[in-house]
């Protein structure tokens, strides 16, 4: 989802991005909310002593973290397993960029990283009420969530604090061989454009449409849906000419999906931005020991070879940060 720039605006939101926040299409539906952990050493990530053994544990960073974490072990993600290669699930476990950099970050704080997945405008929703401890999926840190606004400005929730990991931006990918030769978003006005509800493209997507009135030019038809397996659906079926997504998630269709047949990925990303692990805002020590645990992995290369396995170099960031987006 929305970089997910690339998965909306509102707080209780949630995009696999600023530019939005990467597995064929058929493989990516997720029937309700199921409890999945990533399969081998995504989840098994902290050390033999994890089990919550303040005294034991040999971790670099476990003192770092909150005590709740130290006695249980456990760091409860949520997500939207729909966007790989960022999150995606493969043969009944939650797989690729985001669960592999979890389990990283799981072996410097010594705990295990639990994903379970649920619909992506929920998961901001589902953090503040304490469901999760964190939501990891493509999402994009921008102020509206940070400060809990909806699209309008108006206040809806206190918002989150966001770990930005990694960066990307909007793409616009169609059927493959573009029939109606779309070349970038703006070329979209008067037109059917299918997008994942709830996610900072779908907010570029309006912003278009927008763009497309005062210019004169008819609006764009914009079709949001629950999940973006339906999205992309649409797009192959061609009842949309194009759909919008985060740029490692359009790339990642574009080779995959049909084994290259069903999309291509036409202009450049716009909106480059970062994607952020969402904490409640009252969790600073959770925060800080995430921010700490992403630098420590950036440093030792272990952050660059998850980007390096799943193709997702292009996002890489030097630096992890808090609140960096705008």
């Known amino acids: 989802m929305t970089a997910r720039t690339t998965r909306s605006t509102a707080p209780a939101k949630h995009r696999k991005s600023v530019v939005s926040r990467f597995t064929a ?3 990516l539906a997720v029937a309700g909310t199921l409890l999945l952990t990533a399969c081998g050493d995504q989840t098994d990530s902290g050390s033999k002593e994890s089990g919550g053994d303040r005294t034991s544990n040999s971790a670099p960073l476990f003192d770092k973290l ?18 790989a290669p960022m999150e995606s699930v493969e043969n009944g476990k939650i797989v690729g960029v985001d669960p592999d ?33 964190v939501a990891m999926s493509s999402i994009t840190d921008n102020k509206q969530r940070q400060e809990g606004l909806d699209e309008n400005g108006k206040k809806l929730g206190k918002g989150v604090d966001f770990v930005d990991y990694f960066i990307a931006g909007t793409a616009v990918y169609t059927k493959k061989g573009n029939p109606q030769g779309i070349k970038s978003i703006g070329d ?33 038809k914009i079709e949001s849906f629950e999940n973006d397996t339906e999205a992309q659906t649409r797009v192959k079926s061609g009842g949309a000419v194009a759909g919008v997504n985060d740029y490692p998630v359009a790339l990642d269709l574009s080779r995959k999906a049909d084994g290259g ?9 716009i909106d480059a931005g970062p994607f952020g692990m969402a904490v409640n805002k009252d969790n600073t020590g959770l925060r800080d020991a995430l921010k700490e645990a992403v630098d420590a992995i950036i440093a030792d290369g272990s952050y660059k070879k998850v980007l390096e396995k799943w193709g997702a170099t292009s996002g890489a960031i030097d630096k992890a940060a808090i609140n960096g987006g705008k």
């Open 25 to 27: 299409v058929g493989a």
């Open 66 to 83: 909150p005590e709740k974490y130290q006695k249980s072990g456990v760091i409860k993600v949520g997500t939207n397993a729909e966007y």
């Open 101 to 133: 950099i979890a389990a990283e970050l799981g072996k410097k704080l010594g705990v295990k990283f639990e994903f379970t997945s649920g619909s992506f405008d929920g998961l901001i929703t589902a953090l503040n009420s304490g469901r999760h401890d």
């Open 188 to 220: 979209l006005c008067g037109k059917t454009a299918a997008v994942q509800r709830g996610t900072t493209y779908e907010k570029a997507l309006q912003t278009q449409s927008k763009t497309c009135k005062d210019g004169g030019k008819p609006a764009v």
């Open 261 to 269: 047949n069903a999309f291509e990925v036409v202009g450049e990303q």
